[in-house]
Structures are given as C-alpha cells and as structure tokens.
C-alpha cells in the first residue's frame, strides 16, 4: 500500500476576491502536493472558503446582499480561479455546506462531552476583522494584528479550557518538526510559556454561524468553525463508512500551510482543539511569509493587491508559480513588482529552460531527423562525466531543499544544471560538429561528438524538466511532450536517474514554450491593475483634497446630465474616523484613518485649515470608497471624504441627523 500525504491550505475569507498573496499559498501547497503524487504517494490536497462570522455577515450587509449570496459569489471566484490555473485540489471545502456544518457540530460536542467546554460570559476587547478575542485590551485599544480599533463585547459564550493544554502543548512543540519555521516555534513556544487563558468559542450577540449543539442561542466561534474543516472535509464525524474510512486514512495531515499572522489558532487553538477531542495533532505546520506589494502586506484593506487574473493573462500561471517559489525566500517576505516578474520571467525561463529546450531539440531534429541519437562511449569526455555528475548531484539537491520547504534553492541547484549545460553547449559548438558531420568529408568522429553533445544535453533537459514539473505542471508537460516522452505525470520521481533517455526517441513537434516577454508586458500587467483599481477608472482620479464634489463616472451625456447607471458606478459609503493628524510640512492636508465597516482605510484629505484632527475623531463621515488610489505628499489616499464648499471657501464635511451604521452605502 503506498504511503499517503495530506496537505492543507487555509480556508480564505470570503469577505474579499482572491489576489496573489492567496494564489500564493495555493501555488505552494500545490507544488508540493503534485511532487508527492510523483513520488508515489497517496496524496489528498485541500484548499476551500471561510464564510462565517461577523466579518463575512458585515461585508454582505455593505455589499447590500444576504451572507449567504455574499459567500456563494466569492467562494465561486476563489474556486473558479484555482481551476483557472490548474491547482490540483482534491476537495474544496465550504463552511457553509452541510456536511461540514453537522460535523463541527460533533467536534464541539465531543470536546465538550470530554469536559472541555463550559459556559461562561466574555466582557472584553474583540478585533472583527482578524475574528480576535484581544486578551487584556482596553475599550477604544487597537488590535495588536492587524491596528483596527477592538470592539468591546459583554455576551454569554461557552468557553475552551485552553488553560489545561499548556503542559501538553509545550510536549508537542519539543518535534522540532512540528511548527516550522524555526522563528515561528520560538514565537509559539514563548507565548505559551507565558501562560494561557480560556477562550470563548461562540458568540450570541448575532446569527451568522453554525449553531451549538443543543443551544442554538449560540453559534460557534468562527475559528473553531474554520479549525474544524480540516477533518470534516475528509471525514470527522460522519456517519458514513467511507467517510469515516477517508478520515481515517488521511488524518493526521502531513503538512498544513499557513501564512505567518495565522501561526497562534494553528499551533496554540488547533492542536489543542483536536488534544481535547482525543484525537492525533498534524504533524507538520508551516508558516511562509508575507507578498508584499508597494512595501506593505497585500491585502484588501490597504488597497494594494494584485489580482492573479493579471499576470495569467500575460504571462500564464507556470510564469507566476515559478517566480513566487524561486524569488520568494520561504518563511520570509518577500516584494512582488510586475518588474521583478518579467526580469525571472525572461531570464529565467524564456532565455533559461525554454532556450534550452528550443536549441537543443531543434539541432536533434536537424541533425538526427528528429530521434534522439546514441551517445557512443567512445566519443565521450570529461566534460559529459561533468554534466552527468552535475545532474546527478541536482537530483539529490533539489530533493533535500524541497522537502525542507526551501523551494528557492531547490530551483537554484535545478537552474544550475541548466546554465551548465548551456556552457557546455557553447564550448562544444554543436553546430560546428553538424557542419563538419553533415559536410562533404562526413567526418564520422563529428558525426560521433555531435551525437554525445546532442545526447547529454537533451538529457539533462530531460532531468531539469522533470525536477521543474510540480513547479510548473503546463510548461514542463508541453517540454515532455516535444521530446517524445509521453505523459510526465506518469513519470516515478523516486526512479529519476542520469542515462534513462532512451536512444531513438522519436520527438514530437518542436514549438517555443516561454515566448519572451518585451517591455510592454509590464506596463500592459500595470494598467490592467490600475484599471481595476479605480472601479471609477475614467475620472480624473482626484483622491484629495476633499471638498470637491466627486467627478462623474463616465462622460455625461450633451445636456451634462448622467444617468442612474453612472451614479450608481460612484460607491459612497459612511464611515468613523478612528484617527486624524496632521500631515506634516502641509497646512491643508489631514492623514485619517476611516473605519468603514469591512475594511480601515486611509485617506489622506485637504481638510486641515477647516478642521483640527482630534475632534474628527469618533466622527462619521461620508467617503467615495471606490476611487482609484493615489498618493499624496508620500502618502497613499484611497478614498475621498464628501465635503461642500463654495469656490474658495472652506470645506464642510456631510453628515446625518439620524444615527447611521458603518458602512451604510448612499444611494
Ligand atoms: N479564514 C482565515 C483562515 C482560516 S484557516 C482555518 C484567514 N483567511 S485569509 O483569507 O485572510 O487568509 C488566508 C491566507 O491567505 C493567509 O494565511 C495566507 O496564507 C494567505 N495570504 C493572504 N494575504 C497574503 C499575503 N499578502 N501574502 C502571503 N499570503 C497571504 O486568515
């Protein structure tokens, strides 16, 4: 029986589309999943969508549509864009589908028949954007994750005996293996010696959850929810044999991934989630960094994602997995720009791999009609012992980095064996040897080199193909296809050794795999970005200074007037200001951080000689939420702040008479 593999992404948020920095985490588990597959293993890859709580029930209410509509639609891009590049999930879990609502049910009841569930009631700080019960935080604190002003919430919840773990928890962290990396187990392992607290898991203030067994006053705290569907997916708590025979067969995982600000509900909640249960801990959970775009996280709420639909469309999804495993250093950040994309893109791949492929096929179908040739012994040299010891060395390497998540130098040692074969198809001159070969003397030792050339090149090809291939499934593929191999995902990647090309090989059709990029990829990637940015993209795009009335969305018709449509393009939503200051070395301008509801943003606006900062805040104020970023004085505006003012006069800020909530859209 072979050996199986388990491997989980988290489930992502359904309060916003999916970016790069999601398609991250999937590309990696997804290589790793696909190399297991050519090891042998029986490998099970999950990836799905988190899609309750109060984050997700306010998103839907500001989008004006029903939790339920709301997650269906994103849960479907999420889902959608994975089949677009060809991730190779073999499940995509919903919290919201049956099967796994009933199943958290059990869980929770288990833990709780197990003595490790009591009642209680929280009076404390709660972050609803990280779904965080802030220990220790004070009304009007920030969140220590993500800077957003807590909430305060007074509720009756049932609470976990996290407390009882921290003995056994700390047994388990003693597996150097268990959290990785090693910074993130320190971090793990600090926290918990400093003593840990019980911790809610439901809430009864409001309806988007499942339910607690037995008491459906109260539904079960979304990171218990989420937690869960690592084992509902595959089979916890059904009834059914062959769900229960799955579960049992894949858990414990093999490796869960993580991004690096998810590390505590996975190491610390989790395994003592599943301790109380009864049932085993996953063995392995990894921590990668952060993409970072423009200098900071991306992520929603700052504005500065990258969608993934970007690059697929210019460059392809192999072109993106291999830049993000190659330049990314894993557990660390790591900077995207669509430069840096392009520059790996063409060097690497285009001038790299693909060249390689290209110039070493096209001189077989040349020379040898299109069959690889035989190496015969006697022509061969130092420099093909060279190669083959190069290769052989390669296959270990990449194998020992991979498997200890260093995805980059895996593919450094692979392109090493690539860059030297590409010396040593320059030293030796193939074509020289096909001129001398195929000339009037037919020189038969030419004829002999050019075969062992021709040969050790399309060999390490073969091997620099075959390690790339869970890296790059599409490319990879096309490559063995043109060299006459057949279907690589049949290739046993335990077995890959030098000198398996079978001499005769017939090669299919030769064709470029990885066109070089010219310059205007990356402004053509850019202004595709831009666009969806500023959903208002035809206007003048004038974030600040506030007081100007907000611009049209598009042309208005002969008489000046628009139309519903036009308006309803212009996204106008309330907000509280949670701070304000000054800018400095500018007298009109104010730096405010706007809360407005499912996100915080900051918007930089020409209010200052009209207002002073501290009474702005706690203030609602009106913004144009979907105004296409823009910076000022260095800082990064996303949004306008709606004002009136005559010409020259100062700005009055709108507002309401009635009480209005966060993120109500004016229409
Ligand atoms: N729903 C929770 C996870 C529950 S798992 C039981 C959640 N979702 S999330 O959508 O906000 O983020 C999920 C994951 O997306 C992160 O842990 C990380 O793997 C990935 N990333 C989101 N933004 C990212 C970057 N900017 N960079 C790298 N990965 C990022 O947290």
């Excluded at 509720?155 to 293996?177: G, I």
């Excluded at 539904?219 to 997916?233: G, P, S």
């Excluded at 500065?304 to 690059?311: A, L, M, S």
């Excluded at 304000?580 to 405010?592: F, G, I, M, N, T």
Aim: glycine share 6%.
């Amino acid at each position: 029986m072979s050996r199986k593999f388990y491997i989980t992404t988290p489930i992502y948020y359904v309060n916003a589309r999916p970016h790069i920095g999601h398609a991250y985490t999937t590309i990696t588990c997804d290589t790793i999943a696909r190399r297991q597959r050519m090891l042998g293993a029986d490998t099970f890859f999950l990836t799905g969508t988190d899609e309750h709580g109060q984050k997700i029930e306010r998103a839907a209410e500001a989008a004006g549509k029903t939790p339920q509509q709301y997650a269906d639609e994103i849960s479907a891009q999420f889902r959608n864009l994975w089949k677009r590049m060809g991730i190779s999930n073999d499940d995509f879990i919903r919290t919201t589908e049956d099967r796994h609502k009933k199943r958290v049910q059990e869980l929770f009841r288990q833990i709780r028949d197990n003595g490790y569930i009591y009642k209680g009631t929280y009076t404390g700080q709660y972050c609803v954007s990280d779904e965080l019960y802030v220990d220790g935080a004070q009304p009007g604190d920030p969140c220590p994750t993500c800077g957003r002003i807590t909430e305060t919430v007074h509720e009756e919840n049932y609470f976990f005996k996290l407390s009882a773990f921290q003995d056994k928890l700390l047994e388990l962290y003693a597996n150097p293996d268990f959290i990785r990396p090693e910074t993130r187990r320190n971090e793990v392992i600090s926290f918990v010696k400093s003593g840990l607290r019980d911790v809610s898991v439901s809430r009864s203030t409001f309806s988007w959850g499942i339910p607690a067994p037995d008491d459906p006053q109260h539904v079960i705290y979304v990171w218990f929810d989420a937690l869960a569907n690592y084992v509902t997916a595959i089979g916890y708590g059904s009834k059914h044999a062959a769900a229960q025979a799955a579960f049992k067969k894949y858990w414990p995982a093999d490796v869960q991934m993580i991004g690096k600000e998810i590390v505590r509900f996975h190491c610390v909640y989790w395994p003592a989630f599943l301790l109380a249960a009864g049932l085993p801990v996953p063995k392995a959970i990894v921590a990668h960094g952060w993409l970072l775009f423009e200098e900071s996280k991306m992520s929603k709420s700052r504005g500065n994602i990258v969608r993934t639909e970007t690059i697929l469309d210019v460059l392809g999804a192999d072109a993106l997995r291999y830049f993000l495993l190659r330049e990314v250093v894993f557990g660390q950040d790591g900077s995207f720009s669509f430069d840096a994309l392009v520059q790996r893109y063409n060097s690497d791949l285009a001038n790299g791999l693909g060249n390689l492929a290209s110039r070493t096929l096209t001189m077989i179908n040349r020379y040898f009609q299109g069959r690889v040739p035989e190496a015969p012994q006697s022509a061969a040299g130092p420099a093909e012992s060279l190669i083959a010891e190069i290769a052989r060395k390669t296959i270990q390497d990449f194998g020992a980095h991979f498997d200890q998540f260093q995805f980059s130098r895996a593919l450094e040692s692979a392109w090493s064996l690539v860059a030297a074969v590409d010396k040593y198809i320059v030293e030796n001159e193939p074509w020289s040897l096909g001129e001398k070969a195929l000339g009037e003397k037919k020189d038969e030792a030419s004829r002999a080199r050019l075969a062992t050339v021709l040969y050790t090149s399309a060999e390490a090809l073969r091997i620099a193909t075959a390690l790339a291939h869970p890296v790059m499934p599409d490319a990879t593929a096309k490559i063995w296809t043109q060299m006459g191999l057949g279907d690589i995902q049949k290739l046993a990647l335990s077995d890959l050794a030098w000198g398996q090309l079978p001499p005769g090989t017939k090669l299919g059709e030769v064709q470029p795999v990885f066109p070089r990029a010219d310059k205007s990829a990356v402004e053509r990637m850019q202004n595709m970005e831009d666009q969806q940015r500023g959903a208002v993209a035809e206007s003048p795009a004038s974030a600040a200074p506030a007081a100007t009335p907000a611009p049209a969305a598009s042309p208005a018709s002969a008489d000046g007037k628009i139309t519903i449509d036009d308006f309803a393009k212009i996204e106008l939503r309330v907000g509280v200001v949670k701070v304000a200051e000054r800018v400095p070395k500018s007298d009109k301008l104010l730096r405010l951080e706007i809360d407005i509801g499912t996100e915080v943003r900051q918007v930089v606006a020409g209010i200052a000689e009209a207002y002073a900062p501290e009474p702005l805040i706690g203030r609602k104020v009106v913004i144009v939420a979907n105004l296409a970023p823009r910076k000022l004085r260095g800082l990064e505006s996303n949004g306008m702040i709606v004002a009136a003012s005559l010409e020259g006069g100062k700005p009055a800020l709108a507002s309401f008479l009635e009480d209005v909530p966060i993120g109500a859209r004016l229409k």
